[in-house]
């Protein structure tokens, strides 16, 4: 666990508008890119294998507002939590070993969630996360804690950890004794578009 703080000493008026923070490159597990699988919380989260090839797709580049675009040779894909972020932590893997990154900030700000790659031909990963602020001169600003870690496990090592994480954050109301015995139906919505599925 590490955080930031900023000083912000300009001479001028000119403001910190973001905070990259944390913001670390170069992973891959195992032999080969194509050996590692990404969870990424987009919406309720997902999960795509060989992430530096399928982020250097074109069905990628063409997913509307979680698309990946391509800056200074590096493929890049941001979402903000909370919108399409349900979450603020990542988890990277392979067939024997995970890595967990998140950040962990009590106030809850909303935070580019990035994750970014080389593509196939240098399939190295990178995390970070964003904080749309605004520093004035004079003043600091402070992270809240990130959190990077290796685990010999899957993914739901990682959603343990974050779990354990925001868990006294949300508040669920008592269950009625009589609803205890009570099962729920959760509603399927298969929305079309352009007539297909």
């Known amino acids: 666990t590490f955080r930031l703080s900023l000083d912000w000493k300009a001479s001028n008026s000119s403001h910190v508008v973001e905070v990259v923070f944390p913001n670390v490159r170069g992973f891959q597990l195992g032999n080969t890119g194509a050996a590692n699988v990404l969870f990424y919380p987009h919406h ?40 399409l972020a349900s979450m603020t932590w990542m988890y990277l893997q392979d067939d024997r070993q995970g890595l967990y990154i998140a950040q962990h900030d009590e106030r809850f700000p909303v935070t580019g969630v990035r994750a970014e790659t080389g593509g196939e031909e240098a399939p190295w990963m990178g995390f970070a996360f964003v904080k749309h602020c605004r520093i004035r001169p004079g003043e600091r600003w402070r992270s809240g804690p990130a959190v990077l870690a290796a685990a010999n496990e899957d993914w739901r090592w990682g959603a343990r950890r974050y ?35």
């Open 163 to 197: 779990r354990r994480w925001i868990g006294p954050f949300l508040h669920k109301p008592e269950q009625a004794e009589r609803m205890k015995r009570q099962y729920i139906l959760s509603q399927c919505y298969n929305f079309k578009q352009i007539g297909r599925a």
């Open 44 to 83: 309720a989260g997902e999960r795509t294998e060989h992430p530096a090839k399928r982020y250097a797709s074109d069905k990628y580049a063409g997913f509307w507002r979680a698309e990946v675009r391509k800056v200074d040779g590096v493929f890049r894909r941001e979402i903000n939590y909370c919108g």
